[in-house]
């Protein structure tokens, strides 16, 4: 991290006692805390709109590990990409079902490719990707 | 609107410089206005995450208008919800295709079954819902 | 609209009797009006992906009429896209608040350039635009 | 899993064009597939809608874990939520950025309550919370 600039903001006091009650409700420490939060998520937002931003994904899956060849199938898709597919982790959520998160890097196209294979396997029940930063502008 | 209140914050020299890029590409006249919007927006999405908050919604239809009793069946659903759905605008995108944006006034909750009831009449091709704010807190 | 065509889908007994729950919430007549709702939502969600297609958006926007130079602002903002913006309605929320709905035509980068001019202009306090179909190919 | 049932639906033939492009692009095996998907995700969505509703939520937080006590603090809050905070992976994106996921069981709004927490600590770049289902109804 390099050096910290401050600066003022002008705000209309009403606008001001929402806001500081939305700060409290999400437990941020103060509104310098909030705001820099804010404006994080709107660049990465921004950033994740263009399709060969370096990004990092987190696809999470959930499907029941009974369906025939399921395993193998998410294992192959991982193993053919696993220049990308940084890590994963698995949590047995019951006896039949299971969540998985994979963290992939790349260009924003194609973690947004691997994440649509990887959702696309027969006997996923849900599957969800976010695009986050590799923390380098932030 | 009330009184101003101004008050400082700080930030990384790096994220700022991000920002400014956000803020010109937006086309913000400055950090202040632009930081209020990013404020005024987490606390739109926090109220209307409510049921039983006062809001309003638009929802925008696209249909189109050769599907027999399409406009018959769309009239009714709005006039028997006439003293929520406050206006209505029409556009006529092709030969074919109509293009409606109502507007809604109630709690979200209500706004929200009027939404679905709009959207899942047979021919509407697309439907979305956007909520904000009556405008009285922000 | 061309040809109808007819295929059978199958599906676990257990998320049909979840999906009939939900048709019925949204107010569906039917599961397959239903079903052909969520493929189009998921079209459209795909197509206003790309920068270069040609779509349809609406701008609501939330502001005090009293604040000054903003509906002239508006005004010229929408001037000097009129050949991109169709159309606009006008809501008088309260004493002070406006609601406005721009219906905007163009592709998809120009319409989230316009909608982004829009929404921070100074005084607004919020926005959002909603990008949908032409309705040509659904 | 129970009883596979089967249904037949009725589309226009354009949209099926374009609905099999699109099944084309995001990898699905089969029509079948792509549209259990559309009908788990809309399950999803509205489930997770309902404040007490059982659900798997994992967050995803990009860090610097040069921030003075960020790791502690990251790990306090774990461990006060450890009967619902399940797993956690844990990858170093670069020599200062880390990125965690967690994964959290509850209540929809236990999991948003200790997610906005978590995203609220000081230090934290980014995060962004997904919301999924334990698997049992789909």
Do not use: P
């Amino acid at each position: 991290m390099g050096a910290t600039v401050r600066f003022g903001i002008s705000l209309d006091e009403k606008l001001l006692q929402n806001f500081d009650q939305l700060i409290e409700q999400k437990s941020y420490m103060n509104r310098s805390e909030a705001i820099r939060d804010l404006i994080r998520a709107s660049i990465v937002e921004e950033k994740c709109g263009s399709e060969d931003q370096e990004a990092v994904g987190t696809v999470t899956l959930v499907y029941n590990h009974h369906v025939r060849e399921l395993s193998d199938k998410l294992t192959e898709h991982q193993h053919s990409h696993h220049e990308q597919i940084v890590s994963a982790l698995h949590v047995h959520l019951d006896a039949h079902n299971c969540l998985e998160v994979l963290v992939i890097r790349g260009t924003v196209s194609t973690i947004k490719q691997i994440s649509h294979e990887l959702i696309g396997v027969k006997g996923v029940k849900h599957g969800k990707l976010v695009l986050t930063t590799t923390g380098d502008d932030l």
